[in-house]
Antibody
Framework: QVRLQQWGAGLLKPSETLSLTCAVY????????WGWIRQAPGKGLEWLGE???????VYNPSLKSRITMSVDTSKSHFSLRLNSVTAADTAVYFC??????????????????WGQGTLVTVSS | DIQLTQSPSFLSASVGDRVTITCRAS??????LAWYQQKPGQAPKLLIY???TLQSGVPSRFSGGGSGTEFTLTIISLQPEDFATYYC?????????FGQGTKVEIK
């Protein structure tokens, strides 16, 4: 059964760089895209981007100039970096497996499973 | 970006009630829609994908329907563990987007 475990710094100052890593256990890292989603306090969900084992990425255009994702296939890890953070980046950040849209003729899609979430607070 | 609008944003219901949440897309997305349940302090959990297919392990009291621009999530006979916030999400066009959420609370 696949499990995602994430970690990273929880308190940042404005202009610093957010850095989070997610480890994938119990699944084939190469068969999926792996994504990041965030949730500001009391707010809804925002997809940030996703990456596959070869490093191909898709980013949310709203963050495109500040976001970088990377993978370490030897460890089945993927990472998120978001630079020049502000208070508006304060949120719980989740990693998740991105299900393929189609597999064997069946429509799938969605994010499953998710990591446990990491609260990142940006404050001076 | 495709906008997803959920209604209602807040719903008060009793155990045993039937509840329906609607998700409207700003443009047609066929059945490229998923539903999630999120409880406080937890990550969202995938309930339904492809608009109407129940994820493995999800109780059959949950059902989804719709296509194009209008979708529904229905819970028949609401159970205590179903009080949570529900989100729809489209995977038709990047960037993937979510609805604003519907909070289901105990009446």
């Amino acid at each position: 059964q696949v499990r995602l475990q994430q970690w990273g710094a929880g308190l940042l100052k404005p202009s610093e760089t957010l850095s989070l890593t997610c480890a994938v256990y119990g699944d084939s890292f190469s068969n999926y895209y792996w994504g990041w989603i965030r949730q500001a306090p009391g707010k809804g969900l925002e997809w940030l981007g996703e990456i596959n084992h070869s490093g191909s990425t898709v980013y949310n255009p709203s963050l495109k100039s500040r976001i970088t994702m990377s993978v370490d296939t030897s460890k089945s890890h993927f990472s998120l970096r978001l630079n020049s953070v502000t208070a508006a980046d304060t949120a719980v950040y989740f990693c998740a497996r991105v299900r393929p849209i189609m597999r064997l003729g069946e429509l799938l899609g969605g994010f499953d499973p998710w990591g446990q979430g990491t609260l990142v607070t940006v404050s001076s | 970006d495709i906008q997803l609008t959920q209604s209602p944003s807040f719903l008060s219901a009793s155990v045993g009630d039937r509840v329906t949440i609607t998700c409207r897309a700003s443009q047609g997305i066929s059945t490229y829609l998923a539903w999630y349940q999120q409880k406080p302090g937890q990550a969202p959990k995938l309930l339904i994908y492809a608009a109407s297919t129940l994820q493995s392990g999800v109780p059959s009291r949950f059902s989804g329907g719709g296509s194009g621009t209008e979708f529904t999530l229905t819970i028949i006979s609401l159970q205590p563990e179903d009080f949570a916030t529900y989100y729809c999400q489209q995977f038709s066009t990047y960037p993937w987007t979510f609805g604003q959420g519907t909070k289901v609370e105990i009446k």
